[in-house]
């Protein structure tokens, strides 16, 4: 079932600013569609958790519509919506068995015994949680929780499942499995959800498109590939990863092509924002393991010289912070040393890059 936000906006009252208000959202818009998850990622305080809530109907837009398979339900109260949600605690019921807590909303509908202890066992099994069945949440480590939250929440057949930062409570190790196994259960079930984090790999992990929000507002969205890859904005390509940013010129805009300046070197790169003019000040964007570094001496032409200052050596890549003259270090990744070689601190570097790694945007 779709989701469609159409211009929300959420104002609090707050008496400590001169206004007395301030805007939690602004002209939000954003079709989800039916079986895709989206994830709503950006710092404390840029709305994410906001839009959330407004979804499930624990807040109200002041203004603006929602509509929740193509109904609008800015007036119906969350029980009376066809959504679930995973809180961040898990909010398992602790002198109830795993099967019990999974199988409590069916029973609190009313469904007969035999058909809610059915439901609950397929839903067990799917979730891997079947030999746990009937163990107390005390007996249960971190993951295995969210799996029983989880499936507590699935087992209501909503059609929109709601994730409010579901892994923030667990360790690193068992974050990076309950991505995925969030992942899989979502597709194996096929519904539509909407996931709220702050972690930019869980959204990478997770996500068929990511949201990126600040102060209110979206930013970009898209694919986890062109939110890293072809990011519209700074701060999106700031926010998400590690990235180079290196002052130009704009020369020239072709559609989706352009031509920049560094130095009296003109680079090619592309142009996704549309607010670049021929002439103005601009910005490339370049993650670091776009760069290739080449010794200062060889013949080839480089974009950018500079002095290795760090080289850190870890295995499998290594990672280079070089002195290129601007005003923060230009950061390199260079994979497996073992074939492509070793520069030390003090060595000079000529480095390059793929006009399909820069990427053009104003400056900030």
Not at 44 to 69: A, H, Q
Not at 245 to 263: L, N
């Amino acid at each position: 079932m779709s989701v469609i936000l159409e211009n929300v906006s959420k104002i609090f009252d707050d008496p400590s600013r001169k206004d007395g208000h301030i805007k939690a959202l602004d002209q939000v818009s954003l079709e989800i569609k039916e079986g895709e998850l989206v994830t709503f990622l950006g710092p404390s305080g840029c709305g994410k958790t906001t839009t959330l809530r407004i979804v499930s109907g624990f807040e109200n837009p002041t203004e603006g519509k929602v509509f929740i398979s193509g109904k609008l339900v800015n007036d119906i109260p969350p029980n009376k919506r066809d959504t679930s949600m995973v809180f961040q605690s898990y909010a398992i019921f602790p002198h109830m068995s795993v099967e019990q807590n999974i199988g409590f909303g069916l029973e609190l509908k009313g469904h007969a015994k035999k058909e809610v202890k059915e439901e609950s066992r397929r839903i067990m099994e799917v979730m891997g949680l079947l030999p746990l069945a009937k163990r107390r949440p005390d007996q249960l480590s971190g993951g295995q929780q969210q799996r029983v939250a989880l499936a507590r929440a699935i087992i209501n057949k909503p059609s929109v499942l709601l994730f409010d930062e579901p892994l923030s409570n667990l360790d690193a190790k068992l974050r990076d499995q309950m991505r995925l196994e969030i992942r899989r259960i979502q597709q194996a079930f096929g519904i539509t959800s909407i996931y709220v984090t702050h972690d930019q790999i869980e959204a990478m992990t997770v996500s068929d498109r990511i949201v990126v929000m600040n102060n209110g507002r979206v930013i970009q969205i898209g694919t986890p590939f062109e939110i890293y890859s072809r990011p519209a904005k700074r701060f999106v390509a700031d926010f998400i990863g590690r990235v180079n940013f290196i002052p130009c010129e704009t020369v020239s805009i072709r559609g989706e092509e352009a031509a920049a300046s560094f130095k009296g070197v003109e680079i090619s790169a592309n142009s996704h924002t549309g607010d670049l003019a021929d002439g103005s000040p601009c910005i490339l964007a370049v993650r670091p393991e776009s760069l290739v570094l080449e010794p200062a001496e060889k013949k080839t032409k480089s974009i950018i010289g500079g002095k290795i200052e760090k080289a850190v050596y870890l295995g499998s890549v290594v990672e280079y912070e070089i002195d290129a003259g601007l005003d923060s270090p230009i950061l390199a990744v260079s994979h497996d040393p073992v074939v492509n070689g070793f520069f030390n601190q003090g060595d000079m570097v000529a480095i390059n890059f793929p006009k399909t790694a820069a990427h053009a945007m104003a400056s900030e």
